[in-house]
T-cell receptor
Framework: GAVVSQHPSWVICKSGTSVKIECRSL??????MFWYRQFPKQSLMLMAT?????????EQGVEKDKFLINHASLTLSTLTVTSAHPEDSSFYIC????????????FGEGSRLTVL | AQSVAQPEDQVNVAEGNPLTVKCTYS??????LFWYVQYPNRGLQFLLK??????LVKGSYGFEAEFNKSQTSFHLKKPSALVSDSALYFC????????????FGKGTSLLVTP
């Protein structure tokens, strides 16, 4: 299957700093990637759809200025958590689509963010 | 609107016994249904999907799922559980005309005891 890589796997930062998480499709091109957020023992909540070469589409309730998404190439999407606060601590997972709409999404290994 | 429900927070089963993880869906059209598995602090791994065709879908690691349109269900099954199957299982749905993102259920924790 297709491989999606996320980096970093773990990150700890101080409150008020910004953190960037990278999502790469290693063996395929992804015009669309998705960013999910997962709280402990809860489901995945779609944050935004990242579109190569255009602005991301954010889900209702997700702050665009807080969670900056850039999809500069067909293999890379980045999520930047700006001015992070402890409530931003979470598990962030990216995914990418390969093939038609009937195809499954391939997920990265996730990035655990802890804001002190 | 599309949604998927997993009524059980946890399922316990003894190794060697059959297992079932339940999922029901609510969509306005014909759904695309998926099952994923997640191990601790890891991303999601694809198990199987139903798009069209046979109602019984076979997937990875011996798992299968049965699409039941009348009951709007897509339960995940395995004839003989392994301890290594212990993980968090997510059912997901996508409506054909809703874009490519998946809408996930809350997840069911499966515990297989020796």
């Amino acid at each position: 299957g297709a491989v999606v890589s996320q980096h970093p796997s773990w990150v700890i930062c101080k409150s008020g700093t910004s953190v960037k998480i990278e999502c790469r499709s290693l063996d395929f091109q992804a015009t669309t990637m998705f960013w999910y957020r997962q709280f402990p023992k809860q489901s995945l909540m779609l944050m935004a759809t990242s579109n190569e070469g255009s602005k991301a589409t954010y889900e209702q309730g997700v702050e665009k200025d807080k969670f900056l998404i850039n999809h500069a190439s067909l293999t890379l999407s980045t999520l930047t958590v700006t001015s992070a606060h402890p409530e931003d601590s979470s598990f962030y997972i990216c995914s990418a689509r390969l093939g038609p709409i009937t195809g499954e999404l391939f997920f990265g290994e996730g990035s655990r963010l802890t804001v002190l | 609107a599309q949604s998927v429900a997993q009524p059980e927070d946890q399922v316990n089963v003894a190794e060697g016994n059959p297992l079932t993880v339940k999922c029901t869906y609510s969509v306005s059209g014909n759904p695309y249904l998926f099952w994923y598995v997640q191990y601790p602090n890891r991303g999601l791994q694809f198990l199987l999907k139903y798009i069209t065709g046979d109602n019984l879908v076979k997937g990875s690691y011996g798992f299968e799922a049965e699409f039941n349109k009348s009951q709007t269900s897509f339960h995940l099954k395995k004839p003989s559980a392994l301890v290594s199957d212990s993980a968090l299982y997510f059912c997901a749905v996508r409506e054909p005309d809703s874009g490519y993102a998946l809408n996930f259920g809350k997840g069911t924790s499966l515990l297989v005891t020796p």
